[in-house]
């Protein structure tokens, strides 16, 4: 199946600073990727959807300004958690798709603020 | 919310056939069944999926109902690794709908 790169795989950060992760499709072009977050032991909840060169749709309850997502190209999308603080201490999960294939997800990233 | 309801875990002894089932009654004619599974602290792994022929790959089989309103994944000869939480879910085909997440099964392959 393809390729999703997530980077970093974990993460400890000071409570206030901010965090980037950065996600890759390695062998196509993702139009859509999408962000998920799954505290230890639920399953995964999806927090936007990003469109290539389009500002992010996001769910429900997740704060735009804290968490910031750019998808300015084909394979790469990044989140940043800004002004991290340890209630946002979460597994974070990538995925991306084209028009055609299905979504595929990244290894995931353990954050956590201290 | 989730459109499917899964058995919270199962047990399957090595080797044999693990059978999963997944409910969707509410399914919608352009709504493909997908199936993923979780191994503990990893990004979801995509196995399979179906419209309302039933699919067979290296991974896994995925049988559906002919009135589409339950599916059951199948893996012929379950090893260790393949102990996981498998999600079933539903989403339109192609650009359209997100992969919503339930709370899956959790399989565990004993020896």
């Known amino acids: 199946g393809a390729v999703v790169s997530q980077h970093p795989s974990w993460v400890i950060c000071k409570s206030g600073t901010s965090v980037k992760i950065e996600c890759r499709s390695l062998?196509?072009?993702?139009?859509?990727m999408f962000w998920y977050r799954q505290f230890p032991k639920q399953s995964l909840m999806l927090m936007a959807t990003?469109?290539?060169?389009?500002?992010?749709?996001?769910e429900q309850g997740v704060e735009k300004d804290k968490f910031l997502i750019n998808h300015a190209s084909l394979t790469l999308s990044t989140l940043t958690v800004t002004s991290a603080h340890p209630e946002d201490s979460s597994f974070y999960i990538c995925?991306?798709?084209?028009?055609?294939?299905?979504?595929?997800f990244g290894q995931g990233t353990r954050l956590t603020v201290v | 919310d989730a459109k499917t309801t899964q058995p919270p875990s199962m047990d399957c002894a090595e080797g044999r056939a693990a059978n999963l089932p997944c409910n969707h009654s509410?399914?919608?004619?352009?709504?493909?069944v997908y199936w993923y599974r979780q191994i503990h602290s990893q990004g979801p792994q995509y196995i399979i999926h179906?419209?309302?022929n039933n699919e067979t790959n290296e991974m896994a089989s995925l049988i559906i109902t002919e009135d589409r309103k339950s599916s059951t994944l199948i893996l012929p000869h379950a090893t260790l690794r393949d102990t996981a939480v498998y999600y079933c879910?539903?989403?339109?085909?192609?650009?359209?709908?997100?992969?919503?997440f339930g709370k899956g099964t959790k399989l565990s392959v004993k020896p």
């Open positions: 995925s991306a798709r084209d028009m055609t294939t299905e979504a595929f």
């Open positions: 062998d196509f072009q993702a139009t859509t």
């Open positions: 990003s469109n290539e060169g389009s500002k992010a749709t996001y």
């Open positions: 509410t399914i919608s004619g352009n709504e493909y």
């Open positions: 179906g419209l309302k």
């Open positions: 879910i539903v989403r339109a085909g192609g650009s359209q709908g997100n992969l919503i």
